[in-house]
Nanobody
Framework: QVQLVESGGGLVQAGVSLRLSCAFS????????MGWFRQAPGKEREFVAS????????YYADFVKGRFAISRDNAKNTVYLQMNSLKPEDTAVYYC??????????????????WGQGTQVTVSS
């Protein structure tokens, strides 16, 4: 059974950086495309970024392009989300997710098979 555990969240001021990590276990990470999503209070879960099995294809939501970067280290079974120039509107619970299906490119949560429990990111102004 795949397990995903996020870490690295916290309370920060606007403009600083954070790096989220997602530890993957239970299967071979290289068999899954991976994504990061976020959910703010009262809002639906939204796509942030995704990365292909090998890391050669990356996709980002428009609101994070140029600020966030997704990466993966299959040897360490870990996926990362580097978040720079954080804004108060980035405040949310951030989730990593794993997909074994081609639909992962769509950014739809329903295209992902496994989810972590989330890590809170709070950005103060």
């Amino acid at each position: 059974q795949v397990q995903l555990v996020e870490s690295g969240g916290g309370l920060v001021q606007a403009g600083v950086s954070l790096r989220l990590s997602c530890a993957f276990s239970g299967r071979t990470l290289s068999s899954y495309a991976m994504g990061w999503f976020r959910q703010a209070p009262g809002k639906e879960r939204e796509f942030v970024a995704s990365i292909s099995w090998s890391g050669s294809s990356l996709y980002y939501a428009d609101f994070v392009k140029g600020r966030f970067a997704i990466s993966r280290d299959n040897a360490k079974n870990t996926v990362y989300l580097q978040m720079n120039s954080l804004k108060p509107e980035d405040t949310a619970v951030y989730y990593c997710a794993a997909s074994s299906r081609g639909g992962w490119r769509t950014g739809l949560p329903t295209s992902y098979d496994y989810w972590g429990q989330g890590t809170q990111v709070t950005v103060s102004s």
